[in-house]
């Protein structure tokens, strides 16, 4: 009798831990910045800005306000719960992408002080780097929080110093405050996560990479060379350890425990209950008693859900930049031309925009995704 | 005697178990919802960041409203004061929409003054101009001279500027945001008044997001 109906009992048991619930997941809800994140970054790729910004903004809203006290977070903190059931705001050089783009987008409405805002608080989200040299050290940001200030007429020359010191890819140029025509471009496919360790609990970086390392600008005569002043790889594995990463330790030290006390009980129980000369030994007993244990103990080992989040914004570039230039009013044509380290055309864009004299800034976004 | 004694307690810890897993809706805050709750402009929602929010805005453009009516060029003005709105400047970390500051100050203080202040719509020029110009051209019926310009000018610019600072470390995030207005003599360039309002707020984000 009790050979047949512990295991159902377990199984029953089972199935309920850790088949969860028909609403217990929330996708929709978790995932639902990611999807804006993706498509936002689609938009502005495809050139419909308008699209992308109400997008950014309800992301933006989320990232605004604090997690503390918020409960899917507080869950995936627990056991029995994966990081990814959190809702996702992303890691920092997500996060960061999401006020860049958005602050581009402010600058294009003529909102430069908002664009500001923008990128100050993208730095921001950088700010919390483990190590003192990798904290808040994108140039293009200090670079642009400067400029918009110096187009304010104020004094960027701070923020072009902090810019300046730490530019790895290019070096940035003085403030144009005539120029009339600002251009972002991006690059490359920007880095993707995966997950590390027995239990996949460490959360791991793969490069992402760019065939064109330069864009040639052409416009009204004019022929610029322009670089890329940030790397989004190089930004992403140089934050250090998360908070969460102690966390998924955790986790995955008592996953492990547990698997191994559950195994150790079961062989034991196995060896007492098999070992017992008669019915109803208390050899018998303390046998089946530890195979019970031991049953129970690998069903939390495997209801344990170490593993780290790997969800990613999976459209962003590698490469980001800037330029500026002074193009004379009326109807123009730029052509980009995103050249390899060879010097070889990647890939050509164009764009046809009109310069409005004495009007506000004419920002261009590119972008070498097809 | 065997079978109860081993099958009671699986049978419990089966019970726990379930107990423990929940119900079918666990994982979800809030299943049914949260009805629609009404809050004061000036109380703090359950959704709350370290940046610029409704209760800041209120408590801000009212502090500022009750300042401007105590100067004496409002409380004694001979005639009424013809006041021009100017952008305020954004020198925070927070995209904010600045208009939403002006226009409640503007409101208050049109509320309040029953008519001592007069607010100019020069953000309306265009419409305005374009209206003049269709009287001008006879294509539409004007009370006066359409030719005479009687477009207003302003005794006073009204404007301000938000400043903030910053920290974010691992103890947690803390902004301090300085809000500060001035009204501008338009004829002098002096500035008659300027009073300011800070607030500074922090907060620790949840482990799994740091």
Sequence with gaps: ?370 | MYQRSVIAPIVALAAAAVLSAGCASSGVKNPSGTGVTVLNADEQGFVAGTGVESQDIVSVTDKMARSILARPQIQNAQGTPRVVLLPLENNTRFAVNKDLLLTRMRARLNSQTQGKVLFLARDRMAALEKEQQLKQSGQLTSNGDPNVVAFQGADFFLTGSLDGSSTRNARGVSDYILYTFRLIDARTSGIVWEDMAEIKKQGLEDAAYR
């Design chain 1, 1 to 370: 009798m009790f050979r047949t109906r512990t295991p159902a009992a377990l199984l029953v048991c089972t199935s309920v831990w850790l088949g969860g619930c028909a609403t217990g997941t929330g996708h929709a809800d978790r995932d639902r910045v990611l999807h804006e994140y993706r498509e936002a970054a689609a938009f502005l790729q495809a050139a419909r800005f308008a699209e992308a910004k109400p997008l950014l903004d309800d992301a933006l809203l989320s990232l605004g306000g604090l997690t503390a006290g918020v409960d899917s977070a507080r869950k995936a903190r627990g056991y029995f719960h994966s990081e990814s059931s959190k809702g996702f705001r992303g890691e920092p050089y997500e996060r960061v992408m999401a006020y860049y783009y958005r602050g581009l987008l402010y600058w294009m409405d003529g909102e430069p002080d908002n664009a500001r805002a923008c990128f100050r608080n993208a730095q921001f989200q950088d700010a919390d780097a483990e190590e003192g040299k990798y904290q808040a050290d994108y140039a293009l940001l200090d670079y642009l929080d400067g400029y918009v200030t110096a187009k304010l007429g104020g004094d960027g020359s701070d923020a072009l110093r902090r810019a300046r010191a730490v530019a790895r890819l290019a070096s940035l140029p003085d403030y144009d405050r005539n120029a009339n025509v600002l251009v972002f471009f991006d690059m490359g496919r920007g880095p993707s996560k995966y997950a590390a360790g027995e239990y996949h609990e460490q959360l791991r970086f793969l490069p992402g990479h760019s065939a064109p390392t330069a864009v040639n600008l052409r416009v009204a005569g004019l022929s610029v060379r322009s670089g890329p002043a940030d790397d989004l790889t190089f930004q992403a594995t140089t934050r250090g350890g998360r908070q969460m990463d102690y966390v998924l330790a955790n986790k995955a030290v008592f996953k492990g425990t547990t698997d191994a006390f559950g195994n150790a009980a079961i062989v034991s129980g196995a060896v007492l209950a098999a070992g017992g000369s008669h019915r109803h030994s208390a050899a018998d007993e303390v046998g089946a008693g530890l195979l019970v244990a031991g049953v129970l103990a690998k069903i939390v080992s495997a209801a344990t859900t170490p593993s780290a989040d790997v969800r990613m914004w999976d459209n962003l570039p590698n490469y980001i930049g800037f330029t500026a230039l002074r193009v004379p009013p009326g109807e123009q044509r730029l052509t980009a031309d995103f050249i390899d380290p060879a010097g070889r055309v990647v890939f050509t864009r164009e764009v046809n925009f009109t310069v409005v004299p004495g009007g506000r800034d004419t920002v261009l976004y590119l972008s070498d995704r097809h």
